[in-house]
Nanobody
Framework: QVQLVESGGGLVQAGGSLRLSCAAS????????MGWFRQAPGKEREAVAV????????YNADSVKGRFTISRDGAKNTVYLQMNSLKPEDTAVYYC????????????????????WGPGTQVTVSS
């Protein structure tokens, strides 16, 4: 089992940047596929950025390509989401998720593929 806690959300103006952090306990990231998801009011939860267990392969949603980057620090057991050039449509609750059993270079983009979730952190982008 993995326990996840997100931090770094807040209110930012359009064009600004935020870095979200996801601290994990219980299992190291090297054993998990990790993902960042978001959910806006009235919308389904969607994958924003995902990293395979090996760290070799990553996925970015088309809406965030070139603006968001997922990374991890194994020593700190922390995953990050660097968000640049933020837009009002990026406003949502952002969640960190972990999938325990996965092939090393495979990533997953469906929420139901993940075993553990953090409580979420609110990101609000004002125009």
């Amino acid at each position: 089992q993995v326990q996840l806690v997100e931090s770094g959300g807040g209110l930012v103006q359009a064009g600004g940047s935020l870095r979200l952090s996801c601290a994990a306990s219980g299992r190291t990231f090297s054993r998990n596929c990790m993902g960042w998801f978001r959910q806006a009011p009235g919308k389904e939860r969607e994958a924003v950025a995902v990293m395979s267990k090996s760290g070799v392969n990553t996925y970015n949603a088309d809406s965030v390509k070139g603006r968001f980057t997922i990374s991890r620090d194994g020593a700190k057991n922390t995953v990050y989401l660097q968000m640049n050039s933020l837009k009002p449509e990026d406003t949502a609750v952002y969640y960190c998720a972990a999938r325990i059993r996965s092939a090393p270079d495979t990533y997953y983009t469906l929420p139901q593929s993940y075993d553990s979730w953090g409580p979420g952190t609110q990101v609000t982008v004002s125009s």
